[in-house]
């Protein structure tokens, strides 16, 4: 069974700083995502990462896939106010009948001014 | 483009009522509607995939004669919880995969908030 790992569960931060959330996942996988929900909303797509050594960077945000480890991370760079939300990684598994997304638990990212 | 909305956004009911939600992709079809449920301060849980015109699989432990999964048109599925109780209360959010788009693309409703008394 796919199992998807994410950590810290939750992050204060101040702003101006650097942090980084860990997402680590069982089994192969074929893609990773990685999203961002806000209090009471669905989710925004941030980024799609489909091969070892991806990387992508979208603003502060910055998200690499390493496949043989397993692990993914998004690094936050320079804090901002408005980067406070919920974050989750979700790793993509193609099944018999079709494909399928598994969440992590989340990241509730705060960030303090 | 790539809209998917959800009718209601909240909804109120007694414990043992039936409830419909409404996914629909506004400006695409899609074969495929995913059903998602999602606890306070929790993860997402993929509740069951639907297919235009074939039934639903569900995920393992979720009851399909509780979550009634209806996808009768390429721009329609709906999600009936039936005899409600309280611990059915949740956030559920769908999303659809474009007919025509990547096999991985996937977009989000806005989710529906139901709370059951």
């Known amino acids: 069974e796919l199992k998807v790992e994410q950590n810290p569960l939750f992050l204060s931060m101040q702003e101006g700083k650097n942090y980084t959330i860990y997402c680590n996942y069982s089994?192969?996988?074929?893609?990773l995502y990685w999203y961002r929900q806000d209090p009471g909303k669905s989710l925004e797509s941030l980024f799609v990462l489909l091969s070892n050594g991806a990387v992508k960077q979208e603003g502060r945000l910055m998200a690499s896939l390493d496949t043989k480890a397993r692990l993914s991370t998004l690094h936050i760079t320079a804090a901002v106010h408005d980067l406070s939300a919920t974050y989750f990684c979700?790793?993509?598994?193609?099944?018999?009948?079709?494909?399928?997304?598994?969440f992590g638990a989340g990241t509730i990212l705060r960030v303090k001014s | 483009g790539a809209v998917v909305s959800q009718h209601p956004s909240r909804v109120i009911c007694k414990s043992g009522t039936s409830v419909k939600i409404e996914c629909r992709s506004l400006d695409f079809q899609a074969t495929t509607m995913f059903w998602y449920r999602q606890f306070p301060k929790q993860s997402l849980m993929l509740m069951a995939t639907?297919?235009?015109?074939?039934?639903?699989?569900?995920e393992q432990g979720v009851e399909k004669d509780k979550f009634l999964i209806n996808h009768a048109s390429l721009t329609l599925s709906t999600l009936t919880v039936t005899s409600a109780h309280p611990e059915d209360s949740s956030f559920y959010i769908c999303?659809?995969?474009?007919?025509?788009?990547?096999?991985?693309?996937?977009?989000f409703g806005p989710g529906t908030r139901l709370t059951v008394l």
């Open positions: 089994t192969t996988s074929d893609r």
């Open positions: 999303s659809a995969r474009p007919t025509s788009g990547g096999a991985w693309t996937q977009y």
């Open positions: 639907s297919n235009e015109g074939s039934k639903a699989t569900y």
């Open positions: 979700a790793v993509g598994r193609l099944m018999e009948y079709g494909n399928k997304l598994v």
